[in-house]
């Protein structure tokens, strides 16, 4: 073996960003991935994009970064023949994923309780918005909407304007991770008593977990957050906690250090009134604008040296262009490519984690809608007059460039 995962074998149905994630990040580590997708239109996230353009003027940037590494089918799932040979699949199976709405799947008959009987050793992971049963299990469950339903969004932004979801998908990225948690302990659980079982993950619960900090904070101290009508960087923490101007027209984040170290070297004695905690709390935005005015008679690379050079937690705010030229981003190697079939040649982060005998790699590009499902169903033995009847009656429809 040289992946750690390989010989792990999923089905998935998910869809997306949170399930597609986490399968993604499970087949960089060797799974051999079967996405299951729709006849004809595949994954909703094909046809979804940023900037109203598409990578080789057709595909779309969304799903071409949570899909690479993954063979794909794409069924008819009402369809009882395509269900009799998912059951079939099952049967080798480890894992299925699914991020349909509660019950959705369950009956069309792919629930827990179907594979289970036919593979009592499968590992079954949902996700959803809210869980599976409670007043919202109708309701959609999206990123923004968790984001502001969980109070991350209301702790963003400053006071003195409206508060600010994150600009990234972080309640479904975190809902990924927590699949994979679960997936992971599940399996070696297996491992050790033969068991499969269900996993339940839901986006509300997985952001009130990584929010806990803050929870902890106000539930047992008496006091709510309050934003700060400045940049300071956390509505529970004081100045000089925050972002700053530069005079080039940069920023620098500026985090922790003794505040009597940072205004020598703004060399801004006057600053010294401010130096007590509760004075850097109490007066933060006040405390925020003069720290403003200082770092703005700076430029950006000369107030990070001689930050840097005392010992204050600071970085320069970057750009997502910026950011994948950074010297560190570039000397970590996670600014990669993968070759599409109608995309051309596709820049992607590459895997996070490093692992001296199973390293992650990717061994497949991000596949078009149904591009292996004559191999897969070769695979399970299925011949090719039964592979071309299912073509034939559209319970299956290949892509194959």
Known sequence: MNKALEGVRILDFSHL?????????????????IKIERAGAGDMFRGMTFFAKWVGGSESPNFLAWNRNKRSIALNLKSRR???????????????????????????????????????????CSGSGY???????????QDMLIQGLAGLIANTGRGDQAPVPAGAGLADQIGAMNMVYGILSALYYREKTGKGQKIEVNLLAGLLA???????????????????NSG?????????????ETRD???????????????????????AVYDDLKTLFDKRDEVFEKVNTETKKFATQDLLARLLKADIWCAEVKDIR????????????????????????????????KMSETPATIERP????????????????????????????GDMTVDAA
């Open 322 to 353: 910026s950011a994948a030229e950074d010297p560190q981003v570039t000397h970590m190697g996670m600014i990669t490519s993968y070759n599409h079939p109608r995309g051309g040649k596709v820049r992607v982060v590459a895997p996070a984690v």
């Open 366 to 393: 991000a596949p078009l809608v149904g591009q292996h499902g004559r191999e897969i169903l070769s695979e399970l033995g299925l011949s090719k007059d039964e592979i071309a009847a299912l073509e034939a009656s």
């Open 82 to 124: 395509v269900r009799a040979i998912i059951m079939e699949m099952a049967r080798t199976a480890d894992v299925v994923v699914q991020n349909f709405r509660p019950g959705v799947l369950a009956k069309l008959g792919y629930g827990y309780e179907d594979f289970k009987a036919v593979n009592p050793r499968i590992i079954y």
């Open 131 to 141: 869980g599976e049963e409670g007043p919202y299990v109708e309701r959609p469950g």
């Open 232 to 244: 300071i960087g956390h509505p529970g923490m004081q100045a000089p906690f925050g972002i700053y």
């Open 210 to 228: 990584h929010l806990n900090q803050e929870y902890v904070a106000v539930l047992n101290l008496g006091e709510d957050f309050v934003r700060p």
């Open 249 to 271: 027209g940069g920023y620098v984040s500026i985090a922790m250090s003794p505040f009597k170290t940072l205004y020598e070297v703004l060399e801004a004695p006057q600053l």
């Open 17 to 33: 960003l949170q399930g597609p994630f986490a399968t993604q990040l499970l087949g960089d580590m060797g799974a051999d991935v």
